[in-house]
């Protein structure tokens, strides 16, 4: 089983008992820390999607211990003009044990909104080379010089 999660910012593909490395996290050495955003669980072929995140989706971990990343060399150089500068940069980071993905079997929260069957909104989804062929097959005339909203006004006649 495994799961993808927002953590600070980034997004992880986690398991159970993996270590991530991760930007620095408030926190001490050995506090539980959990992490609701979850876009996505799978376990075999049950693969569950959130639109963005996962209601009631929890991936729980623990913090094992805060470091600094490798060196990173920042070197600028502009030629011919003796503009040279050399930085360099440690990440802070933590690195994070995953105890659990809880709650897996949980479903995302529908937002089913009730459709309206309105034939306006149908009517404006619609060109207007098939509302010319509505208004032809029902018999009105001058269609040639109808607007968009004037074949909507007059089909809804």
Known sequence: MYAIVEIAGQQFKVAKDQKVFV???AGEEGDAVSFDKVLLTADGDNVTV???AIEG?????????HLKGDKVI???KKRRKGYRVKNGH???LTEI???SIGGAGAK???KAAPKKDDASDDLSSKTVAELKEMAKSKGIE??????KADLIAALQK
Not at 142 to 147: A, E, P
């Open 97 to 99: 044990v995953i105890e």
């Open 23 to 25: 930007h620095r996290l």
């Open 142 to 147: 001058g269609i040639s010089s109808m607007k």
């Open 74 to 76: 920042v070197f600028k």
């Open 108 to 110: 995302k929260a529908s």
């Open 90 to 92: 440690r990440q802070a």
């Open 50 to 52: 959130g639109a963005p």
């Open 57 to 65: 989706v929890q991936v729980g971990a623990k913090i094992t211990r």
